[in-house]
């Protein structure tokens, strides 16, 4: 899940968010967003899905099926 970690934080850094900004926004803990950003951790369908729609992309782009 590398490159959804990279595209998460890309994404979080491109709206000036923190772990701790983005999880307000989005009613997801912060450790879980800290977790996926280092690997440790993948992320369920629903979270995917929460992220897409935030940030306005894809499923597809979040997890590297899409460019």
């Known amino acids: 899940?590398?490159?959804?970690?990279?595209r998460l934080k890309e994404?979080?850094?491109?709206?000036?968010l923190s772990q701790r900004g983005l999880a307000?926004?989005?009613?997801?803990s912060p450790?879980?967003?800290k977790q996926w950003e280092n690997e440790s951790r993948v992320p369920n369908a629903e979270a995917v899905v929460t992220l897409a729609k935030f940030f306005g992309?894809?499923?597809?782009?979040?997890?590297?099926?899409e460019d």
Not at 1 to 6: G, R, V
Not at 11 to 16: D, P, S
Not at 57 to 65: E, F, I, K, P, T
């Open 57 to 65: 992309v894809s499923a597809d782009y979040l997890l590297g099926l």
């Open 31 to 33: 450790s879980a967003i």
């Open 1 to 6: 899940m590398k490159i959804f970690a990279e």
């Open 24 to 28: 307000a926004q989005t009613q997801i």
């Open 11 to 16: 994404l979080r850094i491109a709206k000036k």
